[in-house]
């Protein structure tokens, strides 16, 4: 499956429904754009999950609600409900997909 861009006025739409992992990362972020191919490769490998990258800097006021602090952060939403974050300057690949691997596994919900 794509990688599907986010803006501001489609974000709830696209994680409205099923499971939907976000990736909120800007430009001038070095660790974001290093971690964009995995990105992709995570929506290829993973048919049943999709996968919205939310630009910050064009969607500053969908991030101050999100509550993004920091930049790469990856959000991962059931039906448009916020259940697991991960924010990490210094995230590499696999603990990416470490968290993702336990973030799917888990069903409760996190504040």
């Known amino acids: 499956m794509a990688v599907t861009d986010a803006t501001s006025d489609n974000f ?3 994680v409205s429904d099923g499971t939907v992992l976000v990736d909120v990362w800007g430009p001038d972020c070095v660790p974001c754009v290093a971690l964009a191919p995995h990105v992709e ?15 910050a800097p064009k969607a500053r006021r969908t991030c101050i609600e999100l509550r993004v602090m920091t930049m790469p952060t990856f959000l991962l939403f059931r039906d448009g409900e916020e259940v697991a974050r ?8 696999a603990k990416l997909h470490q968290w993702l691997d336990e973030s799917l596994e ?3 919900e996190v504040s």
């Open 41 to 55: 490769q995570l929506a290829e490998d993973r048919p049943d999950l999709a996968v919205v990258k939310l630009e």
């Open 106 to 108: 888990s069903p409760e």
């Open 12 to 14: 709830r739409d696209l």
């Open 86 to 93: 991960i924010s990490d300057p210094e995230l590499s690949p």
